[in-house]
């Protein structure tokens, strides 16, 4: 039941995050900011490649401009798979509309 709490928050924070960060953060004509800083000292450079990533409360999937918690490294690994398999969905749609 505590595992289930840590991981609800974890996700909870995500997504706040996740949202203040689309809203105040992005912005078309100008760069995306791609640290995250939150008041527990933890820090996230979402900017690196799609990757695992443990921390202090779990493990978390960054890069790309995401931050995603995952309950456990097998989770984490499918979620990295997921990632990486819509990316290059996406690569080989934009291609088609190029050609």
Request: charged fraction near 35%; charge should be positive; glycine fraction near 6%.
């Given at each position: ?37 939150f008041s ?16 202090k ?7 790309n ?24 969905s ?7 509309l190029?050609?």
């Amino acid at each position: 039941m505590v595992t289930d709490k840590v991981f609800l928050k974890k996700v909870l924070r995500s997504l706040v995050v996740s949202i203040l960060f689309r809203i105040f953060v992005t912005d078309k004509t100008t760069k995306t900011m791609s640290i995250l800083k939150f008041s527990d000292g933890e820090e996230f450079d979402t900017s690196v490649e799609l990757q695992l990533t443990l921390r202090k409360d779990g493990w978390y999937v960054i890069g790309n401009g995401l931050l995603i918690p995952v309950r456990d490294l097998d989770e984490g690994r499918k979620e990295l798979k997921r990632q990486k398999d819509k990316r290059n969905s996406l690569r080989r749609m934009n291609q088609n509309l190029n050609t």
